[in-house]
């Protein structure tokens, strides 16, 4: 099934392996993005995977999560933002633009005034972040929608709205991150008004044809955090706010148990949020992405066949191998070569994100 075409909403994916969103570390302090990205995005077409989710994009300047984000917090963004599109394009590819604030979640010292739904400490430790106003609430659902608009502008095939890893939308979500008792918080109905009107209003800007995905954490792993009921309940509501697929993630940062996890081996312990997708399909009408430690073909045909998802998201091995989907596909091998160390970030001194995992054996083609 790993190569058998897939429509999500109006976009029809040649096959059913995606690269899952991967902050590339590839952009200037404007948020500009430098070439090498076009090349990174090249490459991966070439190599055939079936979409690409960009590394996350900030929708305003308060929401910058690290240094060297990519932005999409004006119009000036669109012209250098289709040029990665272009670049996927014309290998035949397909690519979605992920979209996000880092809310309480970003940097020391890179934003002014950081912004969150309640003013609590995130772990690990960083200053409380201001509460947001009402009024800020509906500048940053505003946001949403117009960095959506700039991504079909700019000729991207999707855009994909960032609700996991502990970044804004997962903090409102959250009771940990969201202790407000106004209407933006306090009930589930309430944490997820943010999420809701957040999908709204990106409809609005895109049509009723442009698909619209989501990366969900459908649990924060943490005592009195989001439980995985709240994350189906979630996901049962998805195709009324107008969401064409579901990827599912998990784990924000207060209960430490973090969605990348290192020391993922091929045949041993892989597919990390699995188990969840099992209980989490009855609620899902819509198709499902999931990402999380996939290493072998097998485990990856395992997981369709089975139903638990339609999709397969990875990360760390297509930044090893941006060719793993053909060299499965003809053979060459039967799992990624990633030995999941976590190497891939950028260091001091590196342009971008690269594998520099000790022990990775890359088969010749
Ligand atoms: C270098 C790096 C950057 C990442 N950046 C993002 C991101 O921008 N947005 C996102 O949703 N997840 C991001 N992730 C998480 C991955 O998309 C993915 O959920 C996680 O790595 C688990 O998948 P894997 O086992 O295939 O690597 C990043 C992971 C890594 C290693």
């Known amino acids: ?53 960009t590394g996350h994009m900030y929708v305003q300047a ?32 397909k690519i979605a633009v992920q979209i996000n604030h880092g809310g309480r979640q970003v940097r ?27 009024d800020e609430i509906e500048d940053l659902i505003d946001a949403y929608a117009q960095a959506a608009r700039r991504g079909k502008r700019a000729g991207f095939d999707a855009v994909q709205i960032h609700a996991a890893h502990g970044y804004l939308v997962n903090q409102f979500l959250s009771p940990l991150a969201n202790r407000r ?9 309430h944490r997820l008004r943010f999420l809701e009107r957040i999908a709204y209003a990106i409809r ?11 990366k969900l954490g459908a649990r924060d792993e943490a005592d009195d955090g989001l439980c995985l009921d709240d994350g189906a309940e979630i996901i049962r509501r998805l195709p009324e706010m107008g969401i064409d697929a579901v990827e599912i993630s998990g784990g924000i940062a207060d209960s430490g148990a973090f969605n990348i996890g290192a020391g993922v081996e091929a045949g041993v312990n892989e597919a990390t949020f699995r188990p969840w997708a099992t209980r989490l399909r009855d609620a899902a009408s819509l198709p499902v992405m999931l990402v999380g430690g996939m290493r072998s073909q097998a485990v990856m045909e395992d997981v369709l066949e089975s139903g638990d998802a339609d999709v397969i998201s990875l990360c760390r091995p297509l930044i090893c191998e941006p060719d793993l989907p053909l060299r499965l596909q003809k053979g060459i091998q039967d799992a990624a070569a990633c030995v999941s160390k976590n190497r891939c970030w950028a260091r001091k001194g590196d342009v971008g994100i690269s594998c520099k995992c000790p022990g990775v054996v890359r088969v010749a083609a």
């Open 204 to 214: 609005v800007e895109v049509g009723e044809e442009y698909p619209v995905l989501i």
């Open 62 to 93: 308060s929401g910058k999560a690290h240094p060297g984000m990519t932005g999409i917090h004006d119009d000036a963004c669109i012209e250098a933002l289709a040029t990665l599109a272009d670049a996927v394009h014309a290998e035949g590819g």
């Open 108 to 134: 020391e010292g890179l934003v002014a005034d950081p912004i969150a739904p309640t003013a609590v400490d995130a772990k690990p430790p960083k200053p409380a972040a201001k509460e947001a106003s009402i």
């Open 1 to 53: 099934m790993l190569f058998d075409p897939i429509q999500i909403g109006t976009m029809t994916l040649r096959n059913r392996m995606m690269r899952s969103a991967t902050a590339e570390v590839l952009a200037d302090e404007q948020g500009t993005p430098f070439p090498q990205l076009s090349s990174m995005y090249a490459a991966l077409a070439k190599g055939g995977v079936g979409l690409i989710v």
């Open 181 to 189: 008792n106004d209407e933006w918080g306090g009930s589930f109905d």
